[in-house]
């Protein structure tokens, strides 16, 4: 069965960074697109970023275009979201979702972890 | 930025009852339409892609319609396990967002 557990959320100031780690397992990691989608109460399900297979097709939502980096180890069955320069407005359960097919929808997510960005 | 409107944002409904969620697109968006169901505390779990192929062991009450820029994912027949929030999303092109979510209840 696929799993995808995120890790590195925190409570953490605004300005600072922080590092979101997904593992993968169940699947052939390196074959697939993987994407960061958050959500809040107040806006919904934000698409974030995504990375193709073989490091290519980087995309980032505009709200986080140049401060967030995406970033995949397919050594370790392993993606990663760079976060710096973090806002108030960043404040959001981050999941980590698997590609179907490089279809751009996503067909396995993890359970998500908290990032909080408050002063 | 393609926007993605959903109606209801809320409904209520009764089991066996046959139910219709709207997403339309603000540009077209062709059949590049998907539909996700959320149940409290979990994440996401895909139902339909690419506006109506059911995913994986999804029942077939569920079904999706629609193209250019109107979508409806319908549910017949409801069952207790249906009453969940429902997001429409789309994957034309960067960024894929996501309508405001329809939440269905007894």
């Known amino acids: 069965d696929v799993q995808l557990v995120e890790s590195g959320g925190d409570l953490v100031q605004p300005g600072r960074s922080l590092r979101l780690s997904c593992a993968a397992s169940?699947?052939?990691?390196?074959?697939?697109?993987m994407h960061w989608v958050r959500q809040t109460p107040g806006r919904g399900l934000e698409w974030v970023s995504s990375?193709?297979?073989?490091?290519?097709?980087?995309r980032y939502a505009d709200s986080v275009k140049g401060r967030f980096t995406i970033s995949r180890d397919d050594a370790k069955n392993s993606l990663y979201l760079q976060m710096n320069s973090l806002r108030v407005e960043d404040t959001a359960l981050y999941y980590c979702?698997?590609?179907?097919?490089?279809?751009?929808?996503?067909?396995?997510w993890g359970q998500g972890t908290l990032v909080t960005v408050s002063s | 930025d393609i926007q993605m409107t959903q109606s209801p944002s809320s409904l209520s409904a009764s089991i066996g009852d046959t139910v219709t969620i709207t997403c339309r697109a603000s540009q077209t968006i062709h059949n590049y339409l998907n539909w996700y169901q959320q149940k409290p505390g979990k994440a996401p779990s895909l139902l339909v892609y690419?506006?109506?192929n059911l995913f994986g062991a999804v029942p077939s009450r569920f079904s999706g319609s629609g193209s250019g820029t109107d979508f409806t994912l319908t549910i017949s027949s409801l069952q207790p396990e249906d009453f969940a929030t429902y997001y429409c999303q789309h994957s034309y092109r960067a960024p894929y967002t996501f309508g405001q979510g329809t939440k269905l209840d007894i």
């Open positions: 690419t506006t109506s």
């Open positions: 169940g699947f052939t990691f390196r074959d697939y697109a």
């Open positions: 979702a698997k590609d179907m097919d490089s279809g751009e929808y996503f067909d396995s």
């Open positions: 990375i193709g297979w073989g490091n290519n097709n980087i």
